[in-house]
């Protein structure tokens, strides 16, 4: 057939999964061809962490699995083999410091994403991992095993293949889903996918009239039925249908499957003070600005854009004289400042999500290798997995420990044959 070659190991994409898995693969002594459709490696990687690339969270591995919501158990057996402490190594050792801050998050001392991939590049070439710019579209199967893959230009033979496509967010990225359909073709179920770490639509429409504007210092509280299930402290971005920013996005990660219309945000935007500090702050601006209308009293309080919508919101008119507000309109106030509530519709398009929740089912994959139950020789990495965890770096650790765990099983899978 047109274009048949053979080779040990091949790995489906470039990204940090496919580079992981490439690597474990050739250190074990492998010979690995890694396919990636896009021109440059690694283009996912390289936006994360805002370009600064939140490589991993410096934590054990109790914690590790605390911040994975979906299937953390399955991650077990990768977790053991390769561990937050082993990628610090690892990049490390690959000339690239790395400094912890905040939440123990991990990135590169030069704040460039770059560096990461870069890194892996570079232990690429020095292992000699063949690196070929292919389209995927389909796998090659014989008798129940993976034979190889087919590409536009023809037919590759391997003695194994690490599928690692990512899941369906960032599309532009090169993920866009249609790992599933290669994973389907190997009778695997894919359990729907799902935004995650995603913005969020709010069933109140003024929101439009922020867009744009970003609070810094602002407490959240995500409820489920009336049920406090997280909160958070940080930042909070107003889009043109509803919220996002950091504490948004980890919030949606909380959010129970099918349960999003159920649940509501309750911003808290002076977490400084309480209710009755914030009673004799407001009572202090209104004595300095006796005569003058509500509105301005608002302008102390709030950014521009909140003016207009939180008049509305307390129901006092943006005109009426300050020393005309009564104790009970003062309450009003002070509680929504202090629990301003968007009830949530929906969320963004998966498009927009940071990660994919879904993917491959983790019951048809063996939690200690990595490889499919349901046709040898095939392995899987990375985001295409049912398994995606909350921000903080849990979700690279979640790509190179998988990533590695099949470059590792698929090699000794090859060594056997
Ligand atoms: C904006 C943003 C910021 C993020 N920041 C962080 C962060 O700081 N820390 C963190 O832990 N996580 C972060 N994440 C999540 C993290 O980037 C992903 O979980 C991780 O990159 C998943 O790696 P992957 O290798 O499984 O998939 P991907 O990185 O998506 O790689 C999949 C690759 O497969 C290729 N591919 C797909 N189909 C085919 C085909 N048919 N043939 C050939 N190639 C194919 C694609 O081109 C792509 O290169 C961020 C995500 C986004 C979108």
Redesign the pocket.
Known sequence: MKGETLTDVIV???????MMSAIAAAEEGAKVLL????EKLG???A???KGR??VTNDCDLQTLMENIPNNARFLYGAFSRCLPSDIKAFFESLGVPLKTERGRRVFPVSDKAADIVNALQKRLAELHVEIKR???RSLFIENGAVRGVNTHNGQIRAKAVIL????K??PK????G??YT?AKQAGHFIVEPRPSLCPLVTVETWVGQAVGLTLKNVAIKLTCDNKPIYEDFGELMFTLDGVGGATVLSASAHIPNGMESHCALEIDLKPALSEKQLDSRILRDFESLRGKPFSESLRKLLPRELVEPFAELTGISPDKKVDEINKNERKILAKTLKSLTFHIKSFRPIVEA??TRGGVSVKEISPKTMESRLCSGLFF????IDVDAYTG?????I?FSTGKLAGVSSANLVKNI
Do not use: P
């Not at 990495?381 to 295409?384: D, L, S, V």
């Open positions: 489906v994409d470039g990204g940090a999964a496919g396919l990636e459709k896009n283009r996912k990687l936006i994360t962490g690339c939140n292919e389209n995927v690692a496509a990512g899941g967010s960032y990225t090169g993920s866009d249609f790992g290669l940071i990660v990495a990375g985001e295409m770096g849990f979700n690279l650790q790509a």
